[in-house]
């Protein structure tokens, strides 16, 4: 049976972050291990927060993918809230096999229900392969122009 069958998409629970963790590492393989604990602070937060779903994707009870979902609200479009996606990764050795376009199409799906009236994601790589799975799930790199600012460091 392929893995597209046997995935199940959830919203991450407490005992998950390890599992997350895990695959943010293949993701940002260079961030810093944190020590204190500050890592399971802001994910017990986006936990409780109403507007905020990390969702994982689970094989055979393994979680090898996951999105973070953020809905904003707005003002404009009729107080239409908008989502942003963030840190989409799927494991290594999964990758190829459908489960990345299972997790996004899920999470699009929550952006839809919770009324966002479109969803943005950014992607650092340059890879065409992650480009092409970004407009195979339904984005476009053509409507919108991103910025990205940082904040300076100050001596």
Not at 2 to 16: E, I, S, W
Not at 51 to 79: H, I, K, P
Not at 91 to 106: P, Q, V
Request: net charge neutral; charged share 20%.
């Amino acid at each position: 049976m392929n893995d597209v069958l046997r995935g199940a998409v959830r919203a991450a629970r407490a005992d998950d972050f390890d599992a997350i963790i895990g695959l943010y590492r293949q993701l940002q393989p260079n961030d810093p291990v944190l020590s204190y604990g500050e890592d399971r602070v802001v994910f017990a937060s986006i936990l409780s927060a109403p507007w905020l779903t990390l969702f994982v994707l689970e094989v055979d009870g393994v979680v090898v993918a996951t999105t973070y979902l953020n809905v904003v609200l707005n003002m404009t479009r009729s107080a239409s809230p908008y989502a942003v996606i963030e840190n989409v990764v799927v494991d290594e050795g999964h990758r190829g096999t459908g489960l990345g376009k299972l997790i996004m199409a899920a999470t699009l799906d929550a952006a839809w229900a919770a009324g966002c009236y479109k969803a943005m994601l950014l992607t650092g790589s340059k890879s065409p392969s992650t480009h092409a799975f970004y407009r195979a799930c339904g984005f476009s790199p053509d409507e919108k122009t991103a910025y990205l600012a940082r904040p300076t460091i100050r001596s």
